[in-house]
């Protein structure tokens, strides 16, 4: 089974720095997605990881360690257009590599 | 979002009815999925394909059916629809290896 755990919501400040969690235990990896998803839309693609350690694109990394379970998205220099929720996705092994959700994390950024 | 192209928009069935989620792509991608979304519970997968001709269930299948008869189109269907299947449903797309989801714009559906 799957089971993928992180907060349901959270508050920040602009220009502030953010780390939304992730915990998962699941029956196979191959790999930890983040997604965005600005409400009534469909979720976008942020970043992947499939090794331990960080992976920084721009104002965003993502950090994993296996052997933890734990993955985390860093949110720097946050800005308004950051309010949005943020999925964390396990890809199991084996078979069509299906992608498994977490609930997801609201992010609100105030002024 | 380029690529992947979901009908209709918006859509309300009252209990009983049929209909079908249509998802269309552009991209020459074998993998197709169609997941559905409900508040606090994040994304479902509902079916899954890895290419014409293949179909296989996901995490929550009961009352629903797809079809691949081409590698462009992953048509979803409802045969009597619940007022449990209010949601909004997402198709999505994959290339090859590790390359991630691309989801469609979502359709979102009211069963009253």
């Known amino acids: 089974g799957q089971n993928i755990d992180q907060p349901t919501e959270m508050t920040a400040t602009e220009g502030a720095i953010v780390q939304i969690n992730c915990t998962y235990q699941t029956s196979g990896f191959n790999g930890l997605f983040w997604y965005q998803q600005h409400a009534g839309e469909a979720p976008t693609f942020l970043s992947y990881?499939?090794?331990?350690g960080l992976e920084e694109k721009g104002r965003f990394s993502s950090f994993l360690s296996r052997s933890k379970g734990y993955s985390y998205l860093l949110l720097k220099e946050l800005q308004m257009k950051d309010s949005a929720s943020y999925l964390c996705a396990v890809r199991s092994e084996g078979g069509a590599n299906n992608l498994f959700f977490g609930t997801g994390t609201r992010l609100t950024v105030i002024p | 979002n380029a690529g992947v192209t979901q009908t209709p928009k918006f859509r309300i069935l009252k209990i009983g009815q049929s209909m079908t989620l249509q998802c269309a792509q552009d991209?020459?991608?074998?993998?197709m999925y169609w997941y559905r979304q409900d508040p606090g519970m994040g994304l479902k997968l509902i079916y899954y394909?890895?290419?014409?001709?293949?179909?296989d269930k996901g995490e929550v299948p009961n009352g629903y059916n797809v079809s691949r008869s081409t590698t462009e189109d992953f048509p979803l269907r409802l045969e009597l629809a619940a007022p449990s299947q209010t949601s909004v449903y997402f198709c999505a797309i994959k290339g090859q290896g590790n390359s991630p989801l691309h989801f469609g714009n979502g359709t979102r559906l009211t069963v009253t």
């Open positions: 394909s890895v290419g014409a001709g293949i179909t």
């Open positions: 990881n499939v090794l331990d």
């Open positions: 991209m020459n991608h074998n993998y």
